[in-house]
């Protein structure tokens, strides 16, 4: 008897016993290839030998101090790298402990720099339906995840909804992908004209969308409007980067393949790789300037905020990241990914779409690939593919409700940085063989 508040109050899952590279090994002997790095987390795989050594290192110096009395020389060096690969403006990192967290402190953030401005009537966020921020009630309230919200609803903060641009589903016949991605985009600025633009603080987006939709990209020119709506509104625009940032895509920062830098960037899962837990907020110049030329404090915090073990090993992650051209295999495996993947579920009569960047890659399900239908709820095919895969031996991120949040089904995969290509090749292996064996279990 497990006396864990697991997730799944009717089941115990299998006991983790320890990492070997891209493999976790249960308690029994099993090896599981991590195709999806947990949640798109564990992107150095889970043995690393220059990042837990740099964690011992910096527990025998100093395991906490809380930031009301000092800072460290762990969380100083941290931001520093952070700031020098970060797009151009960012002057500032304020550590949490997660990416609901970074969330947390970024809706804050926008909302003391309103008012440290002289604009405390801005009090409305933006952000698009089927999209995720996180899980703590103000998270959870500025995401579009309508499944996580359903029963939180009543007490959930009022925000505003717009469309995603999720092309596969809905770019019309009648227009081209720049077509699509301006009207879509332009929905911004009709729900500000609606709000009063002065009554709204911020925008809120995920580069790529994550887990409610699957490996999401905008499409070319989505992004550089919105920029120029929050720009001529004076909006901020806050980029989610908790899953799809930190070299998941190809890019350290997500934002840089869409040619835009927004206003506050969060960043969580592979900053530390998860060999701790850590999230972050970016700020340039002019709000972090605005809070310390104002009341001179953000009036936020937690007790672990800027934690020096958890900085010491994001230090580390990082610099094995940099220094291992980690980037460049991202960029070259995930071609390869891509290429497997279309390969074996191409001409899938299941398989609708085949998206994404990087090593952050989904497909998607359906009944019927010349309607886009999608399977009904009620088979949770998403549970199923889990299962089959985990019985195969391979963690991966299936999700249901990637329409509406009912309606749906799709895979994830977000392997560690360090594959190679026999890797690739036995994910699409192993992924084939599950989605073909749950598809098998439904009645016809």
Known sequence: MSHVFHRNARAVPPVASHGDGIFVVDTEGNRYLDASGGAAVSCLGHSHPKVTQAIKDQVDKLAFTHTGFFTSQAMEDLADKMIASAPEGFASVYFVSGGSEAMEAALKLARQYAVEKGEPERRHFITRRQSYHGNTLGALSAGGNMWRREMF???????????????????????????????????????????????????????????????????PGYFKRVREICDQYGVLLIF???????????????????GVTPDILICAKGLGAGYPPLGAALAP?????????????????????????????????????EEDGLLANVRAMGDKLHDSLQERFGNHHHVGDIRGRGLF???????????????????KLHAKIKAEAMARGMMCYPMGGTID?????????????????????DITSRLGEAVDAALASIPD
């Open 361 to 379: 890659r989904a497909i998607e399900l359906v009944a019927d690939r010349a309607t886009k239908a999608p399977f009904d709820p009620s088979l």
């Open 153 to 219: 609803e009543p007490i959930l903060l009022d925000t505003q909804m717009i469309a995603p641009c999720y092309a596969y589903r809905e770019q019309r016949d009648d227009e081209t992908e720049a077509e699509y991605g301006q009207r879509v985009a332009n929905e911004l600025e009709t729900k500000l004209l609606e709000l009063g633009p002065e009554t709204v603080m911020a925008f809120l987006a995920e580069p790529v969308v994550g887990a409610t939709a699957g490996a999401v990209p905008a499409v």
């Open 405 to 425: 949040g009912q309606r749906g089904d799709h895979v994830l995969l977000a392997p560690p940085f360090i594959i190679d290509e026999s890797h690739v090749a």
């Open 240 to 258: 989610d980067e908790v899953m799809c940032g930190m070299g998941r895509t190809g890019t350290l920062y997500a934002c840089e393949q869409e």
């Open 285 to 321: 110049e002019t709000v972090y300037g605005a809070i310390r030329d104002g009341a001179g404090f953000f009036q936020h915090g937690h007790t672990y905020m800027g934690h020096p073990v958890a900085c010491a090993a994001a230090l580390a992650v990082q610099t094995v990241i």
